[in-house]
């Protein structure tokens, strides 16, 4: 029975029980496709992809209600008009229309529309569960899109620009929104490819060895997991058990910001062979650092903050889109009294405190694990790491002597 674990060994095997699978994956990828392949054929896209988690390789099943829940797939289907040539109503119904004529996906459509999309619930298979936002869009205008690279984003980023059906809840009335799901995903995999490097052939051995592939370059890049996207998976999961029940529960921040900003640091740290832990210390101290926006009279000069990052003037908080700078994934930070702005350093305080294993006995906070992260999961990673706090107190422990550059 062992008594001491190393941290990312622990999280490896925290992460390998509420990440999706290889094989949970290709059944996911089989439903996209098919999503894909029907709305071609149905003439109403010209170019469908996945975005959001399954884009980044970040995806983890959702904790709610005290229970994992379903996995999300977002996907967009796009028309190569642009916004002049259609109107988001009457493509948004198209879609609708298509999906509900089809033999298998009309009874997965869920009867509630959504803002921006509609959504497919898939039958349990295996244990588990998956539903599909189907986001109808247009190609970006021309305008827009040179206005973007105006402002310094890249024209290899800014040219995937799409415009997205929107509809005001209240009114009932479509708009366009712009937006740029696939920049965003080449962004951040851009970001990710020198983090990957450090693990990609390791982890393509393993996968190999236990008999998921046949051989190394079968395996596709999406299964594999650099300490970047780890460090994301285990601040979204830790952000969902915190905050599940919570009174603030409705001001968590949004998986896209915790992504953004964990991306950014990276890139600008290049910590590139960092373990999860060491990733994961500099993503928390540096956010730490922001929470004296807070207070009254702040002074961002004193601060020395970089606003790349995480920015608050008089006009309210600001996290830039990098790959649109007109969209501010903050926007609503500054509503009911700057809520999503203080539930979100409660997560960074949370995260400082909640993560302090090294040295520690893990016997004496292994309920509070539960709290953290879910306490199936937890009990699962413990017996599989043959772990038993209850007889032998464990200790998590850190890499030691490891560099610390972000402290220079």
Do not use: C, H
């Given at each position: 029975m062992k008594t001491e674990i190393n941290f990312d060994e622990f999280v490896r095997e925290l992460l390998h029980r509420i990440d999706i699978s290889p094989t949970q994956f290709k059944t996911a990828e089989s439903h996209y496709e098919a999503v894909a392949n029907y709305l071609e054929k149905g003439g109403v896209a010209d170019d469908i992809y996945v975005q959001g988690s399954f884009a980044y390789g970040t995806v983890i099943r959702p904790f709610r209600k005290g229970k994992d829940a379903d996995y999300d797939i977002d996907l967009v289907s796009q028309v190569l008009k642009d916004r002049h040539e259609t109107s988001p109503a009457t493509l948004k119904k198209n879609v609708k229309q298509c999906l509900e004529e089809s033999p298998y996906h009309g009874h997965l459509l869920s009867k509630e529309e959504g803002r921006r999309c509609w959504t497919l619930n898939y039958e349990p298979k295996d244990g588990i569960c998956f539903h599909m936002d189907v986001l109808p869009c247009a190609s970006e205008s021309a305008e827009i899109i040179g206005s973007i690279i105006h402002k310094g984003v890249p024209s290899y980023y800014a040219n995937t620009a799409i415009a997205i059906t929107d509809k005001d809840k209240k009114t009932g009335v479509y708009s366009w929104a712009s937006s740029n799901a696939r920049g965003l995903a080449k962004w951040f995999m851009d970001i990710n490819a020198p983090y990957l490097a450090q693990v990609a052939d390791t982890q393509r051995r393993t996968l190999v060895h236990d008999g998921i592939y046949a051989s190394v370059d079968k395996v596709p890049n999406p299964v594999l997991r650099s300490s970047l996207q780890r460090v994301i998976q285990l601040l979204k999961r830790h952000r969902d058990c915190r905050f599940d029940g919570s009174?603030?529960?409705?001001?968590?921040?949004?998986?896209?910001?915790?992504?953004?900003?964990?991306?950014?640091?990276?890139?600008?740290?290049?910590?590139?062979?960092?373990?999860?832990?060491?990733?994961?210390?500099?993503?928390?101290?540096?956010?730490?650092?922001?929470?004296?926006?807070?207070?009254?009279?702040?002074?961002?000069?004193?601060?020395?903050?970089?606003?790349?990052?995480?920015?608050?003037?008089?006009?309210?908080?600001?996290?830039?889109?990098?790959?649109?700078?007109?969209?501010?994934?903050?926007?609503?930070?500054?509503?009911?009294?700057?809520?999503?702005?203080?539930?979100?350093?409660?997560?960074?305080?949370?995260?400082?405190?909640?993560?302090?294993?090294?040295?520690?006995?893990?016997?004496?906070?292994?309920?509070?694990?539960?709290?953290?992260?879910?306490?199936?999961?937890?009990?699962?990673?413990?017996?599989?790491?043959?772990?038993?706090?209850?007889?032998?107190p464990v200790i998590i422990t850190s890499t030691k002597n490891m560099p610390k550059p972000y402290r220079a």
């Open positions: 009174p603030i529960e409705e001001y968590k921040p949004i998986s896209m910001v915790i992504t953004i900003l964990a991306a950014t640091i990276a890139k600008q740290k290049a910590f590139y062979s960092a373990t999860i832990l060491e990733l994961l210390s500099v993503v928390v101290q540096e956010l730490s650092r922001f929470s004296a926006l807070l207070e009254q009279g702040y002074d961002t000069s004193r601060l020395n903050l970089d606003k790349t990052i995480l920015s608050r003037d008089q006009t309210g908080w600001r996290i830039t889109n990098p790959v649109n700078p007109n969209e501010n994934f903050a926007e609503r930070w500054a509503e009911d009294d700057n809520a999503r702005a203080k539930a979100f350093f409660q997560w960074v305080r949370w995260l400082s405190t909640d993560f302090n294993f090294d040295g520690k006995k893990s016997g004496d906070y292994f309920e509070l694990l539960g709290i953290y992260f879910g306490k199936s999961v937890v009990s699962e990673a413990y017996d599989k790491l043959n772990l038993n706090p209850l007889k032998a």
